[in-house]
């Protein structure tokens, strides 16, 4: 009788992660556009892969990459922390952009501590904080050889925030794939390359983030605690370019769920993309939970 029960509940469970990729096909025709994604959880087959190994455009998602990088720079000695860096008045991106720093200095020329330029990147996904770590840590060259050495795959960047202000058809050069985004944000969970005070401190900025509200989180259990970091384009005419969020979920028992979704070259209205995300995230968690 107990090895009967326990048979159901094995082929229930792996009947249930082998419709995942389905399920989540189903929910990203909803989206009206190309829908990539990938999981991991460990000690699991959890299978949520669809086109994970395309190239959508990632937008300021690569900004977690930077962080890992620069705190990385800074257990290199190269930085600190509290280390002022100077705001050129160059660094602007105009005539504007999503930018709390260039709001409050709008003539730049101001020095701000490079920890207040990595949160306000990966927290707040200011762009021109994001333009000026990335300058500091040495350009896109480096930082993708740098995250290439920790055996991460699929992660391509030719062009910063400025570049990607300039001219639409840049954001298509900066991809990441979705399976080498769950790489990532495995290796920062399960193995980081970090210290523990500096891998704390980037968790820290991902769970604190205000960004995406309605996207991964958007459907999970209320007070489920979510790592993450979201990407947004602008819309021309009905089309939105890019729609994403990458992120690791706690999960009841601790384990945590790395998950990213891309949405790239939307017909469907901001509500309704954000929603196939929240709605993805949900059938991932859920076969996470039923996955031990």
């Not at 995942?20 to 990203?28: C, F, G, H, T, V």
């Not at 992660?155 to 925030?161: A, I, N, R, S, T």
Request: with cysteine; proline share 7%.
């Amino acid at each position: 009788m107990r090895l009967a029960l326990f048979f159901l509940v094995f082929t229930s469970s792996v009947s249930a992660q082998a419709s995942l990729p389905q399920e989540i096909r189903k929910i990203a025709a909803e989206a009206h556009g190309k829908v990539a994604v990938s999981c991991s959880l460990p000690g699991s087959d959890l299978n949520c892969d669809v086109e994970a190994h395309s190239r959508p455009p990632m937008q300021s998602v690569f900004k977690l990459p930077l962080a890992v990088y620069a705190l990385h720079l800074m257990e290199q000695g190269k930085f600190s922390l509290d280390q002022q860096i100077h705001f050129l008045p160059s660094d602007r991106i105009l005539p504007r952009t999503h930018s709390p720093l260039q709001d409050k200095y709008p003539n730049g020329d101001v020095d701000v501590p490079l920890r207040e330029l990595l949160r306000l990147a990966v927290s707040e996904s200011d762009n021109v904080a994001a333009d000026i770590a990335l300058r500091v840590a040495g350009g896109p060259a480096e930082l993708e050889a740098y995250i290439r050495s920790l055996g991460v795959r699929g992660f391509h960047l030719e062009d910063d925030e400025r570049g990607l202000a300039r001219d639409v058809a840049v954001q298509y050069r900066n991809w990441f794939e979705p399976a080498g985004a769950v790489q990532l944000l495995r290796r920062i969970s399960d193995n980081s390359p970090l210290t523990p005070a500096h891998s704390e401190l980037l968790l820290s900025w991902l769970r604190d983030s205000p960004t995406g509200p309605h996207r991964i989180k958007g459907k999970l259990p209320p007070g489920t605690v979510v790592m993450h970091k979201t990407g947004t384009s602008g819309t021309t005419g009905d089309v939105t370019f890019a729609t994403n969020d990458i992120g690791l979920i706690e999960l009841p028992d601790g384990r945590r769920l790395a998950v990213a979704v891309f949405v790239t070259d939307s017909n469907a209205d901001e509500a309704t993309r954000d929603a196939v995300i929240a709605r993805i995230a949900k059938a991932a968690y859920s076969a996470a939970v039923a996955a031990h």
